[in-house]
Nanobody, 119 residues
Framework: QVQLVESGGGSVQNGGSLRLSCAASGSGFSINAMAWYRQAPGQQREFLAIMFNSGNPDYSDSAKGRFTISRDNAKNTGYLQMNSVRPEDTAVYYC?????????????WGQGTQVTVSS
C-alpha cells in the first residue's frame, strides 16, 4: 500500500513562512499528480495547489502569489512553501496524490498537519 505523510506544520506569526512536506512511501508506484488542500474549522475542504505529471503547477486564488508547490521525484516527496502567511491561513493542511500502480489509478490522502497563524 502507498502511504502519504505530511510534516512541517506548527505555529507561525502573521507574515511568517512555513514549508510543508508530503512523503509518499511504498513500492511499485508512480505519482501522476500531487495537490495540497486545507480545511479550516467549520469550513469545506479547500483546494490550494496542484503539480501535474508534466511538472506544471496550478494555484487557487487563495494560494496564488504566496504559496509555491514543488516536487522532488527522486524522493517521492512534495512540498508547499507558504510565505506571507495570515491568520486566515490557519487550517489543517492535507496532501493528495494520484498514484499509478499495476492495478491502475487511485487517489491517496495524507493524515493532515495543523498550521496555526497568530496575529
Amino acid at each position: 500500500q502507498v502511504q502519504l505523510v505530511e510534516s512541517g506544520g506548527g505555529s507561525v506569526q502573521n507574515g511568517g513562512s512555513l514549508r510543508l512536506s508530503c512523503a509518499a512511501s511504498g513500492s511499485g508506484f508512480s505519482i501522476n499528480a500531487m495537490a495540497w488542500y486545507r480545511q479550516a474549522p467549520g469550513q469545506q475542504r479547500e483546494f490550494l495547489a496542484i503539480m501535474f505529471n508534466s511538472g506544471n503547477p496550478d494555484y487557487s486564488d487563495s494560494a496564488k502569489g504566496r504559496f509555491t508547490i514543488s516536487r522532488d521525484n527522486a524522493k517521492n516527496t512534495g512540498y508547499l512553501q507558504m510565505n506571507s502567511v495570515r491568520p486566515e491561513d490557519t487550517a489543517v493542511y492535507y496532501c493528495n496524490a494520484q498514484i499509478r500502480n499495476r492495478l491502475g489509478l487511485r487517489d491517496y490522502w495524507g493524515q493532515g498537519t495543523q498550521v496555526t497563524v497568530s496575529s
